[in-house]
């Protein structure tokens, strides 16, 4: 079964109605895309949680670091995924566990399998290959 994309209008809905958004790979590097979309989420009024085991306990964009999806102890609405495509398995598992709606991977990240583990979960969203900074601003269009 190949992965496809909820609508335009159902992505838009994501958008909207989302308050908190985890960043899977969140860099401390202003230079890194994954730095500028997280900022660019707060500046709309996102709450933003970076999620890096590599950086665990330091502050990204004011926020502390935690090592897992797991480690979350608000309500999530999106996790947003800057990992590689290989990923996405194990990140679909942990994602599995918790309380959070939308699985979301950036442009150019996609996999058939964590598609599948996702496909076996009760109500979530999957949005893959899309950038979300992209899909607010057609949103935003509207």
């Not at 969140?26 to 997280?38: D, F, G, V």
């Amino acid at each position: 079964m190949a992965f496809k994309n909820p609508t335009q209008l159902e992505i838009n809905e994501y958008l909207t109605n989302a308050q908190t958004v985890a960043i899977v790979g969140l860099s401390n590097k202003p230079e890194r895309t994954s730095y500028q979309i997280a900022a660019f989420l707060q500046e709309k009024g996102y709450q933003i949680i970076p999620v890096n085991p590599v950086l665990v306990g330091e502050t990204i964009l004011g926020e502390k670091v935690v090592a897992q999806l797991e480690d979350i102890a608000v309500p999530i609405d999106i996790v947003d995924i800057f990992r590689k495509s290989e990923f996405l398995p194990a990140i679909a598992q942990s994602f599995l566990k918790i309380d959070a709606a939308v699985f979301w991977a950036q442009l150019g990240i996609e996999n058939e399998e964590a598609a599948e583990i996702l496909a076996t979960g009760k109500k979530q969203k999957v949005v893959m290959n899309r950038c979300i900074k992209i899909e607010w601003n057609k949103n935003k269009q509207i």
